[in-house]
């Protein structure tokens, strides 16, 4: 984060979650939101409702994967911190580059946390001027109160016209 790493892309599982809430894992979350470097998560692969210390930090944004359909992927983990702050992506049959370039097709919550890592970058990259904050919040669209359990679809074009939104209102003094 001090070198300005701007978005963590993280894909991993607790092997065992412990009582204290794995105290080390939430002060270096909260070290990445201090630096604001976002935090995008896979919820993880074991189709349970819930949660984890990652995907409960504020500052994190899980990734649940779905189908070609829009639904969730039954492997994803759900919640409702999940889908408070998190979104969804394609995470089923998705095609990408392995080694020496052969291409390998995968899936899961840890193939489509990269759109939404993309997605991030590619806004970041077109806003310069934007700060994290502003980022998460025109991806996830923090403005929309959520009740449910599966957070609602990623959707670039709406996050992009939320950023040109913002950067007219920053140049107009509001």
């Given at each position: 984060?001090?070198?300005?790493?701007?978005?963590?892309?993280?894909?991993?599982?607790?092997?065992?979650?412990?009582?204290?809430?794995?105290?080390?894992?939430?002060?270096?979350?909260?070290?990445?939101?201090?630096?604001?470097?976002?935090?995008?998560?896979?919820?993880?692969?074991?189709?349970t409702i819930g949660g984890s210390p990652i995907t409960r930090h504020p500052w994190v944004i899980p990734v649940v994967a779905c189908d070609v359909a829009?639904?969730?992927?039954?492997?994803?983990?759900l919640g409702s911190s999940i889908a408070r702050r998190g979104l969804m992506a394609p995470g089923e049959a998705?095609?990408?580059l392995g080694v020496n370039g052969q291409s390998l097709t995968g899936g899961g919550t840890s193939a489509a946390t990269p759109f939404v890592t993309g997605t991030l970058a590619l806004l970041l990259s077109m806003f310069p001027?934007?700060?994290?904050?502003?980022?998460?919040?025109?991806t996830t669209r923090a403005d929309?109160?959520?009740?449910?359990?599966?957070?609602?679809?990623?959707d670039?074009?709406?996050?992009?016209?939320?950023?040109l939104k913002q950067r007219g209102s920053r140049s107009h003094g509001a």
């Amino acid at each position: 984060m001090e070198a300005g790493v701007r978005i963590l892309n993280l894909s991993l599982s607790l092997a065992i979650v412990s009582p204290n809430r794995e105290p080390q894992l939430v002060q270096a979350l909260d070290h990445a939101a201090a630096h604001g470097t976002l935090v995008v998560a896979a919820a993880g692969n074991q189709g349970t409702i819930g949660g984890s210390p990652i995907t409960r930090h504020p500052w994190v944004i899980p990734v649940v994967a779905c189908d070609v359909a829009g639904r969730p992927l039954a492997v994803s983990n759900l919640g409702s911190s999940i889908a408070r702050r998190g979104l969804m992506a394609p995470g089923e049959a998705v095609t990408s580059l392995g080694v020496n370039g052969q291409s390998l097709t995968g899936g899961g919550t840890s193939a489509a946390t990269p759109f939404v890592t993309g997605t991030l970058a590619l806004l970041l990259s077109m806003f310069p001027e934007a700060n994290a904050a502003q980022a998460k919040s025109a991806t996830t669209r923090a403005d929309v109160r959520r009740a449910a359990i599966v957070p609602p679809m990623l959707d670039a074009w709406s996050a992009y016209q939320m950023m040109l939104k913002q950067r007219g209102s920053r140049s107009h003094g509001a």
